[in-house]
C-alpha cells in the first residue's frame, strides 16, 4: 500500500501575515514612516540651497561621501536607495491589493451619494500614482540628468536645480507633485499611527494635529524653493 504524500503544508508566517488585511496595513504603515523620515531630512538637505551654491554642493558631494572610510564612495547612498525603493515598492503593492480587496469585499456602490471620506482620503489612490510618476521623473531629471534642461552637470546639483525650476512645466510639475505629498502625509501619518496601535480616543486629536503640521511643513518647505527661484531670491 502506498504513502500518501503530504502535500498540504502549513503557510509560512510570512506569508499569513502578508496574506492579511492588517498585515497589508502594517507594511503600508512602516514603509509609510520611513519615507516620511526620509522626506523630513531631504527637506531639510535642500533648504541649504539659501546658504549658497558652495554649501548646497559640497552637501550633495557629502551624500556620497557618507559612511567613509566604512563604507566605500557612494555605498552608503546607494543603501538608502535600495531601502527607499524597497518602501516604495512594499508601499505601492500594499496599497493596490488593499484597493483591490476592498472592491471586491464592496462591489457595489453606496446608494447615498455624500462623500464619507474627506479629500485627502478620497485622492490617497491618486496622490500615491501621481506621486509614483513625479519620483522617476525626479530620479531622471535630477539624478541621471535624462530629462533634465539646460544641461546637465554632473556634481553641481545647486546649478541643476536652479536650470529645473527655471523652467514653466518643472515648476508645475513639482508644485502639483509637492501638494500631492501634503495630502498624503496628512492623512497617511494618522491612518500608520492607528495602525501600529499609537492612537486612541485621547491621542487622536493630538496625532491629527501632529499629522497637519508636518504635512504643512514639508509642503512649504518643499515648495519654498522653487519659489525662490522663481522671484530670483535663488539663482
Known amino acids: 500500500m502506498a504513502l500518501a504524500t503530504r502535500t498540504d503544508r502549513k503557510p509560512s508566517l510570512t506569508r499569513t501575515f502578508w496574506g492579511s488585511t492588517i498585515?497589508?496595513?502594517?507594511?503600508?504603515?512602516?514603509?509609510?514612516?520611513?519615507?516620511?523620515?526620509?522626506?523630513?531630512?531631504?527637506?531639510?538637505?535642500?533648504?541649504?540651497?539659501?546658504?549658497g551654491a558652495g554649501e548646497f554642493n559640497a552637501y550633495g558631494?557629502?551624500?556620497?561621501?557618507?559612511g567613509e572610510p566604512v563604507m566605500h564612495y557612494g555605498w552608503a547612498l546607494w543603501l538608502v536607495r535600495v531601502v527607499l525603493l524597497a518602501a516604495v515598492?512594499?508601499?505601492?503593492?500594499?496599497?493596490?491589493?488593499?484597493?483591490?480587496?476592498?472592491?471586491?469585499?464592496?462591489?457595489?456602490?453606496?446608494?447615498?451619494?455624500r462623500p464619507r471620506a474627506s479629500y485627502a482620503t478620497r485622492t490617497m489612490r491618486w496622490g500615491g500614482i501621481i506621486l509614483a510618476l513625479f519620483?522617476?521623473?525626479h530620479v531622471l531629471d535630477l539624478t541621471t540628468g535624462t530629462v533634465h534642461t539646460g544641461g546637465f552637470q554632473e556634481?553641481?546639483?545647486?546649478?541643476?536645480?536652479?536650470?529645473?525650476?527655471s523652467t514653466w512645466y518643472g515648476n508645475v510639475i513639482y508644485i502639483v507633485a509637492m501638494l500631492a505629498v501634503g495630502l498624503h502625509i496628512r492623512h497617511g501619518f494618522w491612518s500608520a499611527a492607528q495602525?501600529?496601535?499609537?492612537?486612541?480616543?485621547?491621542?487622536?486629536?493630538?496625532?491629527?494635529?501632529?499629522?497637519?503640521?508636518?504635512?504643512?511643513?514639508?509642503?512649504?518647505?518643499f515648495l519654498s524653493v522653487p519659489v525662490a527661484v522663481m522671484t530670483g531670491m535663488v539663482n
Do not use: C, E
Open 135 to 137: 519620483i522617476v521623473w
Open 89 to 113: 515598492v512594499g508601499h505601492g503593492v500594499a496599497a493596490y491589493q488593499l484597493s483591490r480587496r476592498d472592491i471586491r469585499a464592496r462591489p457595489t456602490r453606496y446608494l447615498h451619494k
Open 61 to 66: 558631494h557629502w551624500l556620497r561621501t557618507m
Open 155 to 165: 556634481g553641481h546639483p545647486y546649478q541643476n536645480v536652479v536650470d529645473t525650476f
Open 195 to 221: 495602525t501600529l496601535g499609537a492612537g486612541n480616543a485621547a491621542r487622536d486629536r493630538i496625532l491629527k494635529g501632529a499629522a497637519n503640521g508636518l504635512a504643512l511643513l514639508l509642503t512649504a518647505g
Open 23 to 51: 498585515g497589508k496595513k502594517t507594511v503600508m504603515a512602516v514603509s509609510g514612516l520611513v519615507m516620511l523620515g526620509y522626506l523630513v531630512a531631504h527637506m531639510f538637505g535642500n533648504l541649504k540651497i539659501f546658504f
